[in-house]
């Protein structure tokens, strides 16, 4: 392990105006493991900063819940979950730099999910003997950014835990009922009856909306 360090940002864009802030405008980009990662020193460190696109891993079920006319729904609640690598490219760049680095500063969204994503991330790089810091900024503004990294602070686990949590039950909630759905309809393969915790109830207030415009009938009225 050498005097380096590494920044997991969360977008690409988000990425790039962090290392340029960072760097005053020295920055050399890389690809490794068909990801794309910057280089440039930071306060007499070497650093190396991997932009992300969102989550890497995803939620599933572990194997043997995959027939849904078969498998009896009230078993999917208590069915363990695993995380499944959905990003496999930014997880080979991650893997990559697995014990290179000193420190690793997560440096995404300050929000439950861009924690979680960090965390995703931290999972996967640090090899635990790292010094592990969070830059918390608000904004993609030079003054956000440098005064974050001059005051790093730790990661927060319970955030991260609670997009965690939101995942799982988004899991279970829209497999319960679009099985449910979609079995006793009839309506299995591609043409499959999807519902969700969030998209159901969306949908359902487009709904009412279109069917207020239908049956909608214009009256003159007047305002003094």
């Given at each position: 392990m050498d005097g380096s360090r590494i920044i997991i940002a969360e977008k690409a864009d988000a990425g790039r105006r962090i290392a340029y802030f960072l760097s005053g405008g020295n920055v050399k980009s890389h690809r490794s493991k068909g990801t794309s990662y910057l280089e440039f020193e930071y306060d007499g460190v070497k650093t190396y900063l991997i932009p992300l696109s969102g989550h890497i891993v995803e939620a599933d079920f572990e194997s043997g819940y995959s027939d849904w006319s078969k498998i009896d729904l009230s078993n999917l609640i208590d069915a363990k979950i695993v995380k499944n690598v959905k990003n496999r490219i930014a997880y080979?760049?991650?893997t990559s730099f697995r014990g290179k680095v000193h420190e690793i500063v997560i440096a995404t969204d300050y929000d439950r999910e861009g924690e979680l994503i960090g965390v995703e991330a931290l999972d996967i790089i640090r090899n635990g003997d790292e010094s592990v810091k969070r830059?918390?900024?608000s904004a993609l503004t030079r003054n956000e950014i440098?005064?974050?990294f001059k005051?790093?602070?730790g990661v927060n686990y319970s955030l991260a835990d609670a997009a965690d949590a939101r995942e799982s039950i988004d899991l279970i909630w829209g497999s319960v009922l679009t099985r449910f759905f979609s079995v006793t309809t009839g309506r299995l393969g591609r043409s499959f009856l999807s519902a969700g915790r969030v998209q159901t109830p969306t949908l359902a207030i487009i709904?009412?909306?279109e069917r207020e415009i239908i049956?909608?009938?214009?009256e003159p009225y007047w305002t003094l």
């Open positions: 080979q760049t991650l830059a918390k900024f440098m005064d974050s005051n790093l602070i709904v009412d909306r049956s909608f009938r214009p």
